[in-house]
């Protein structure tokens, strides 16, 4: 029966206790660092176990502990330090095998090549095997070249084996995804490293030529090497920069039809000898308003005769194409420059033109030449007639505007005079018999100024009932189109005629508050206007203000 050393107890089911003095609880390293890098570490005694000491034995247990000691009996052993641990991947670390070679690329459908031979460059990374295919990248060789198989284990066979430093070797052929490459030679240090492992390389190859390559190389015109100018551009920048030469020129257009001479100007950069043409546009002139004729770039003076079948307006400004470009001593002001096939006579220029050329070039002379400028005649607009569609004030705006714009109105008036209604009682002043006895509600709207007519239900009258006119503005019979006149509530006197198209309406009657609000404006309503509304509603009239002064003024005088 075994027994718990540190309780005494037997371990049997009920008799072993957790230790209440443990307070570590976590996991055991496992994992260690030595000489910088991480090892695994050997097993020990856990955390919160306890070794087990001879105190604890039992005396069973104590007799079979051997007392031996093996260096007494075998004599010393002499101690070995051991070695230090380094792993593959850190031996191995940033050294790579270089090989070259190379693979054919058969090419269908051409006439030109059967096939192309492509160069690439295998590097090998000793620390985890893995294979890198490169291929070096040619010059408008309209080819995908670079990186062609990214680093990786490449395989071996279908067995799931890879390739191995021990299976490469020069002057051998390669199988990888499909494609055979050939390995041609390799440079010095993988020659060193595969021999000091104990493999015998093969004898170097030469890569073949690519025969269409060679084809290119003979259709290829012999270049010819220039030797680069002296001149400064960098002082050039710094100098003449936001310095600007302008012009002001004619282009003479008179050989197209409907040409004419059209005013430009000519603007030469400093900073890098460019030239820009911009149009001077002048109102209602009937063009488009494009703002530039020639975009900013350098200007060629005199072509190679062998560019000069090639349309200059593609024409790349280089060296190889173009002799000479166009310098500020071209530009001479009273002469004519021709530019990209168009003439333009210089005949002035600004003060900073002016001052550079006497500055810089003082034997080109400066001579204006004086240009008759066109007299813009004021021509007077001249309206239509009204052709009586749609109101006055909006069809104006067609003969304002190109796009026509809604008429402006008094914001003010409008939240002012909201849902503000003087209401009239008519009848229909007519000739026609059947109109007698046909009542109409006349709406005048303070907030807009407009009238709608409503026309009341008459029993037996066989006229339907309902809306007479729509909201608009009612134009006086003496309005014209330069001077319009509008019904207004000064207009609306009890007994007054108002004609609204060609229809003649009386008003009868008002409502009290037609009265209330005309007599809050007295000093812009007619006192006769004011007097019809109160006697038709009953109430007093109201006299002029200067006969009731003289009316009071009697009264006052003491009786003979």
Not at 163 to 177: P, T
Not at 527 to 534: H, I, Q
Request: contains cysteine; glycine residues 4%; negative net charge.
């Amino acid at each position: 029966m075994s027994l718990n050393s540190s309780n005494g107890f037997p371990f049997f089911p009920g008799y072993t206790f957790r230790d209440i003095t443990k307070s570590a609880f976590h996991k055991s390293q496992t994992l260690s660092y030595k000489n910088g890098f991480a090892l695994p570490q050997r097993p020990k005694v856990g955390i919160g176990q306890e070794p087990l000491l001879s105190e604890q034995l039992s005396l069973n247990e104590a007799k079979k502990v051997p007392y031996e000691i093996p260096s007494l009996t075998y004599g010393s052993v002499a101690k070995s330090h051991p070695l230090d641990f380094i792993p593959a991947h850190v031996v191995y670390d940033k050294k790579v095998l270089c090989f070259n070679g190379y693979f054919q690329q058969t090419v269908q459908h051409s006439p030109n090549e059967e096939y192309r031979v492509r160069p690439v460059i295998f590097y090998y990374y000793l620390e985890d095997d893995s294979v890198c295919v490169f291929e070096p990248t040619v010059e408008n060789s309209g080819i995908p070249q670079g990186k062609l198989i990214k680093r990786q284990r490449l395989p071996k066979n279908d067995r799931g084996d890879h390739y191995h430093w021990k299976d490469l070797n020069v002057a051998m052929d390669l199988c990888v995804y499909g494609v055979t490459y050939r390995l041609t030679h390799c440079d010095s240090y993988t020659q060193d490293f595969m021999e000091s492992q104990g493999l015998v390389l093969n004898d170097p190859e030469p890569i073949p030529s690519d025969p269409y390559a060679q084809h290119r190389t003979k259709m290829q015109p012999h270049m010819a090497y220039a030797t680069p100018s002296d001149f400064d551009r960098l002082k050039q920048f710094i100098t003449m920069d936001r310095k600007v030469l302008r012009f002001f020129a004619l282009w003479d257009n008179t050989d197209t039809l409907f040409g004419d001479a059209r005013p430009v100007t000519i603007q030469y950069y400093l900073v890098d000898d460019s030239v820009e043409i911009r149009e001077v546009h002048e109102p209602n002139s009937g063009r488009d308003p494009f703002p530039v004729l020639l975009r900013r770039q350098k200007v060629p003076k005199t072509i190679k005769a062998a560019c000069e079948p090639f349309p200059t307006c593609v024409l790349e400004v280089s060296s190889q194409e173009v002799h000479e470009l166009y310098s500020p001593r071209d530009f001479r002001v009273g002469e004519t420059l021709k530019l990209r096939g168009r003439n333009f006579l210089l005949y002035d220029c600004d003060e900073f033109t002016r001052a550079y050329f006497e500055q810089n070039h003082p034997d080109l002379p400066l001579n204006p030449v004086p240009v008759e400028k066109k007299v813009q005649k004021d021509t007077k607009k001249v309206i239509p007639p009204y052709n009586g569609w749609g109101s006055l004030e909006d069809s104006l705006q067609n003969c304002l505007y190109f796009i026509p714009e809604p008429p402006k109105k008094d914001l003010m008036k409008l939240l002012e005079n909201d849902h503000k209604v003087l209401r009239y009682a008519a009848t229909l002043d007519s000739q026609n018999p059947q109109d007698t006895g046909r009542r109409f509600i006349l709406s005048y709207y303070l907030s807009n100024d407009m009238v709608s007519i409503f026309e009341t239900a008459t029993r037996n009258s066989g006229i339907i009932s309902g809306k007479f006119l729509e909201k608009t503005r009612i134009p006086k019979p003496s309005s014209t189109v330069h001077n319009p006149q509008y019904y207004g509530p000064a207009d609306f006197a009890i007994g007054s005629v108002i004609e609204v198209f060609k229809h003649r309406f009386l008003l009868t009657d008002a409502d009290h508050y037609v009265l209330k609000y005309l007599e809050s404006q007295a000093d812009r309503i007619p006192t006769e206007t004011v007097n019809s509304l109160r006697q038709r509603l009953g109430m007093g009239v109201s006299l002029p203000q200067e006969q009731s002064q003289t009316e009071a003024a009697e009264l006052a005088q003491p009786a003979d």
